[in-house]
């Protein structure tokens, strides 16, 4: 999505435009296609159901940052909802490395890996009648977070659509279905803000539609209890990298009152890494200073370059 011009909103996924887009060549089962011809089926679950789940990745230096946490998620998802992958993380790089090659691309790549239980026979619900096997499509573009963000920060507003229990849609499930995301983000547009802010059903706050939110209290850093929000990976990276280096970080309960009064807040998330929040309902978040996030933004980069180092180690195999 691009910025608009008439309203100036941005959102987390804001990336600069990038021409060699409209000729990328996307992964569909097994074929590599010009994103013209890339087509699935209107009986797919996917269409019809939001029946399948989908993972962000981001290619630094030809490799996959993060990819076995990805992968950890992506297949436990499919586990937890019988979606049957049809091939291992070993056949999924492949399928990534492909479309990669087959785009020429290296680096400053974000993809969307998608896999839905297939094409049904009948335009009805039950998974029975997908009998397809699943529909694989990856998606990958040429993407730089703009720099807008960086400089401006994202606006959030408190929305009225909460994060659900896990005994109704389990916020963990990465699913092709984000309704209830797309509904927040709704709220928060008409409400004149980038993105929205959600709470858990007992009102405390959680996590925004597209990313998870932390702030800044006293040198400390908070986010949610966990309990209702994606288990991002990078979520996951930040509150390590502050444990590893001595940032007081707790996954704790917290209300608008703590958010609203925080030194700093940010986003994390696969996309952006982190994105500074500037404010809230029309509350400026802290004096705009921000040099938490600062130092975990540096760590951050720096855990990339390891895992990068490391995974281009193990592709080279033993010297
Ligand atoms: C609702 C939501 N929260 C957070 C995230 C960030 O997760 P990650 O850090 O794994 O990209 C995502 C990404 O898909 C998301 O959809």
Redesign the pocket.
Known sequence: MTTDPETGSLTTHDAEDDARNRDIRIYVNGEIVHRDDAKVSVYDSGFMLGDGM???LRLYDGHWAFFD??MD?FFNSCKAVSLDVGMDRAGILDALTRTAAANGMTTDVHCRLMLTRGVKVKPFQHPSLSRSGPTLVIIMEHSKPADGLAARGIRLATVPQVRGLPNSQD?KF?SHS?LN?VIACLQAEQAGADEGLMLDPHGFVN??????FFIVRRGEVWTSSGDY?????????VIDLCRDNGIPVFEKNYSLYEAYGADEAFL????GAQTPVAEIDGKPIGSGDRPVMARIRDLYKDLIRQDIAAQAVRAAGPA
């Open positions: 989908w993972e962000g946490d990805h998620r916020a990465n984000k995301c996590t925004t539609n597209a990313c998870n929000c994606m288990n991002g990976v990078t979520r996951a990276k994390t998330g696969t996309f």
